[in-house]
C-alpha cells in the first residue's frame, strides 16, 4: 500500500523568552492509505504538535525548522510536501483533504452557531461548485413544473438565480455571487446553497449514528450529551470525505461506555470510506482496539514504529518495554518509570529517553540513534539493535 | 418564536428593565411626533431653533400660551424639551454607532492577530485615554467651533478607545478557544473566523455597555451644551435649556423657588432619559446573553 503521508526529518521549535522548546524532534513517520496509525506517548510527548504540524496550525511562538510532510494527493495522483503550500492552498486542504477531529468535543464546537450550521460551514466552503450545481437543479425542476399564476410572476426570478447557481457551479470564485454574498441583504438571495449545505449535514450526521438526525442539527452544542457532541465533531471533521482524519484523543473525555460506541465509528470510518486515520491517544487499551500500527512518542521522537501485534507481543525499546509495565494490574504493585520526562528546553543529548534507561550505553549519551528496521513492520529508535 | 418569547419572558422578570423600555417607548414618541406635539410656529424656518416670544432675560411661569414657561430670552421651554428629544436621540445614537464601528474593527484587528498591530493599535488608545475624557472633548470643541456636531465629532474621538479596549480584551479571550483552532481546522480564512466565529461570542459585552453609554454620552454632550460649547443659541437642546436657567436656579431673597421650572423641567427630562438608557442596558444583558439556557 502507498503512503498517504511521509513525515521526514521534522522538527518544530518554540523561539520563548526561557530558551527554545524541541517540541518535535527529527520525527520520522509514514502514514499509509487506508489505516489507522496510532500515535501513543505521555503527556508533553508531542503528540498533538504533530498533529497540528500536519495541518500546519501550530500556535505562534512555534516554528517548523526542518524536515518535509510530503502528501500524497489521491485525486490528482500528485506528491507534494505540505510544508512548502501558500497558506491559501493549505487552506483548501484543511477540513477537505486532512481534517481533525479535537479532543474536548464541548469546546471544539461553536456555541452561538446549531450543529447544522456548523457542519454546512464545511461544505459550504469546500464544495461551493457541487452545492451550486445541487441548488440549480432545484431551480430547474421549479422551471420545468408549470405551475399556477404565482409561477409566472416567479419566472424570471427563478432564471437569474439559475444562472447565478450555474456559476457558482461551474467557475471557482465567480464575481456576481461573490459579490452579492458580501451585501448583508441580498445574500438571503443564495440562501438555497445553505439549503443544500444543510441538508449534506443532517445526511453527514446520519452517517455518524445520530438518531433523529433532521432535529438534532438544528440544536445548540449545549443541547446535546457529550457522545453526541463528539459525533457532530466527527460529522464536520468526515464532511468532505478526508483522506485524512487526524483524532486527538477523541475518546479521552468520554466514559466508557460512548467511548466504545466511538471506537467503533472509527473502525466503521476506516472500513466504509478507506480513508487513513491518524489516533492519538495516552490509552495503550484504546490504542490496541482501533490501530493497525503504532508509533510510541517520547519527547517529540518515536521509539518504535509496529504493528499493533508486533508491539504488544514483542515490545522491544525500553521505554516501551516500561510503558507496557506501567500498565496497573490487580494483585500487582504499580510500576513507575524511574526519573521524569525529559525537559524539552535542554533534552539530554543523544538518546532523549537515556537517563532513564536501564539499558543505558555509553553511546547513547552521545549519538542520537535512528530508526531502524528490526523485523518486517517494527521499526525501532535504539542502539541496542 | 420561541427564542422570541423566551426572550420576552426573561425581560420581563426584571420589572427594573421593563420601567426602562416605558421610559425609552416614552421618549421615541415623543421624538418621531415633535412637529405634532409642539407644531413648528409659522414663518419659522428651522424647526429645530427654538421660537422666542420677545427678549425680556427674566423667566416666565407656565400659563396656558406656554405649558412649561419660558426661560431666558423668552424661549419656550416645552417647544425646547420637545424638539430636543430628537437632538438627544441624534446625538446619543450617532456617537455610539461611529464609536462601536470604530471599536469593533481597530478592537478585532488588534485581539486576534496580537503583536505588532496590537501594539500599534493599543498605544494609540493609551494616548487617547491618557487625557480626562470631558476636558479633551472641550479642547476638541474649542478647536473645531462650536457646533452639534462638533460635540458629537469630539465625543466619539474621546470615546472609542474604551471600546476598542473591551473588544480586543474579549477577543483575546475568545481566539484562545478549541472551536477557533476547530476552524481554522476546516479551512475558514482569517476574515471568515474574525466575522463569523470570534465576534458573535464577544460582542456582548460591547453592546451591553453601548447601551449603557447612550446615557453617559447624552450627559456628557448636555455638559458641553451648558458650558456654552454645543449647539448655537436658541438651539433645541436640554444642556441649553438648563445653561438659560443658570441665572435662575435660586430665585429672589422671599422666594427661593420661584423660577424652579427654568431648571427643573429640562433637568428631568435628561434625567429620565439617561435613566431609561441604563435601566435597558440591564434588559440587553438578559436578551444578550448567550449563557443562559434556553429551556
New interface residues.
Given amino acids: 500500500m502507498k503512503d498517504l503521508i511521509r513525515i521526514k526529518d521534522l522538527s518544530v521549535r518554540f523561539h520563548t523568552y526561557e530558551g527554545i522548546v524541541h517540541a518535535i524532534d527529527d520525527l520520522e513517520l509514514d502514514i499509509r492509505q487506508g489505516e489507522t496509525l496510532g500515535i501513543v506517548g505521555e503527556t508533553g510527548s508531542g503528540k498533538t504538535m504533530t498533529a497540528l504540524t500536519i495541518?500546519r496550525?501550530i500556535p505562534?511562538p512555534g516554528k517548523i525548522e526542518s524536515g518535509s510532510i510530503i502528501f500524497l494527493d489521491t485525486d490528482r495522483r500528485r506528491e507534494f510536501d505540505l510544508l512548502k503550500l501558500s497558506e491559501d492552498k493549505m487552506?483548501?486542504?484543511?477540513?477537505?483533504k486532512i481534517?481533525?477531529v479535537?479532543?474536548?468535543p464541548g469546546?471544539?464546537?461553536?456555541?452561538?452557531?446549531t450543529i447544522g450550521d456548523q457542519i454546512s460551514?464545511?461544505y459550504l466552503?469546500?464544495r461551493r461548485n457541487e452545492l451550486g450545481h445541487r441548488a440549480k437543479q432545484r431551480v430547474d425542476n421549479l422551471l420545468s413544473d408549470g405551475g399556477g399564476p404565482v409561477a409566472s410572476v416567479k419566472r424570471p426570478f427563478w432564471r437569474w438565480q439559475r444562472r447565478l447557481y450555474n456559476k457558482i457551479s461551474q467557475e471557482s470564485n465567480p464575481f456576481e455571487p461573490r459579490f452579492l454574498s458580501h451585501l448583508p441583504l441580498f445574500r438571503r438571495l443564495l440562501w438555497r446553497l445553505k439549503n443544500e449545505a444543510n441538508l449534506l449535514a443532517v445526511d453527514m450526521l446520519k452517517d455518524v449514528e445520530i438518531p433523529d438526525a433532521a432535529r438534532v442539527a438544528i440544536h445548540?452544542p449545549?443541547e446535546l450529551s457529550g457522545g453526541m457532541k463528539q459525533r457532530a465533531?466527527i460529522a464536520?471533521?468526515l464532511a468532505c470525505s478526508p483522506d485524512l482524519l487526524i483524532a486527538d484523543e477523541p475518546t479521552t473525555s468520554l466514559d466508557v461506555t460512548i467511548q466504545a460506541q466511538m471506537l467503533e465509528l472509527f473502525r466503521r470510518i476506516k472500513t466504509d470510506r478507506g480513508a487513513s486515520v491518524l489516533f492519538i491517544t495516552h490509552n495503550l487499551g484504546v490504542a490496541s482496539e482501533v490501530c493497525d500500527r503504532v508509533s510510541v512518542m517520547y519527547a517529540g521522537r518515536n521509539c518504535e514504529v509496529a504493528s499493533v501485534k508486533e508491539l504488544f507481543l514483542h515490545p522491544s525499546h525500553p521505554y516501551t518495554k516500561a510503558l507496557f509495565d506501567a500498565v496497573p494490574m490487580p494483585g500487582k504493585e504499580l510500576q513507575t518509570i524511574p526519573g521524569e520526562l525529559a525537559d524539552p528546553l535542554n533534552p539530554p543529548p543523544g538518546c532523549r529517553f537515556h537517563p532513564r534507561c536501564p539499558n543505558a550505553m555509553p553511546v547513547c549519551q552521545q549519538e542520537k540513534p535512528k530508526l531502524k528496521e528490526i523485523s518486517k513492520d517494527h521499526m525501532v529508535t535504539c542502539h541496542l539493535f | 418564536m420561541t427564542d422570541w418569547k423566551f426572550t420576552v419572558r426573561q425581560i420581563a422578570k426584571n420589572p427594573l428593565s421593563v420601567v426602562g423600555i416605558i421610559i425609552l417607548m416614552f421618549f421615541v414618541v415623543i421624538a418621531i411626533f415633535a412637529p405634532l406635539i409642539a407644531p413648528t410656529p409659522e414663518g419659522h424656518l428651522n424647526p429645530y431653533m427654538i421660537p422666542r416670544e420677545g427678549y425680556s432675560a427674566t423667566p416666565q411661569p407656565p400659563s396656558e400660551e406656554h405649558i412649561f414657561g419660558t426661560t431666558e430670552g423668552e424661549y419656550d421651554i416645552f417647544y425646547g424639551v420637545i424638539w430636543g428629544t430628537r437632538s438627544a436621540f441624534q446625538v446619543g445614537l450617532v456617537v455610539i454607532g461611529i464609536v462601536v464601528t470604530i471599536g469593533i474593527i481597530l478592537g478585532s484587528l488588534a485581539g486576534y492577530f496580537g503583536g505588532v498591530i496590537d501594539e500599534v493599535i493599543m498605544r494609540i488608545t493609551d494616548i487617547f485615554l491618557a487625557f480626562p475624557a470631558l476636558i479633551l472633548a472641550m479642547a476638541i470643541v474649542a478647536v473645531i467651533g462650536p457646533s452639534l456636531r462638533s460635540v458629537m465629532i469630539a465625543l466619539t474621538i474621546v470615546s472609542w478607545p474604551s471600546y476598542a479596549r473591551l473588544i480586543r480584551g474579549d477577543i483575546l479571550q475568545v481566539r484562545e478557544e478549541d472551536y477557533i483552532e476547530a476552524s481554522r481546522g476546516i479551512g475558514a480564512s482569517s476574515g471568515r473566523i474574525i466575522i463569523r466565529h470570534v465576534l458573535p461570542n464577544a460582542i456582548y459585552p460591547t453592546l451591553i455597555m453601548a447601551s449603557l453609554d447612550i446615557g453617559a454620552i447624552v450627559l456628557s454632550a448636555a455638559a458641553l451644551s451648558f458650558l456654552g460649547l454645543g449647539a448655537p443659541e436658541g438651539y433645541a437642546d436640554w444642556g441649553q435649556l438648563t445653561s438659560f436657567a443658570r441665572n435662575w436656579i435660586v430665585g429672589p431673597y422671599q422666594n427661593p423657588l420661584k423660577y424652579w421650572y427654568a431648571v427643573t423641567i429640562p433637568g428631568l427630562f435628561i434625567l429620565f432619559f439617561v435613566l431609561g438608557w441604563n435601566l435597558l442596558g440591564d434588559a440587553f444583558r438578559d436578551i444578550f446573553d448567550p449563557k443562559l439556557a434556553r429551556r
Fill in positions: 495541518l496550525l505562534y487552506r483548501a486542504i484543511r477540513g477537505n481534517s481533525m479535537f479532543q474536548e469546546a471544539a464546537l461553536n456555541p452561538v452557531y460551514e464545511v466552503l469546500h445548540y449545549h465533531v464536520m471533521a
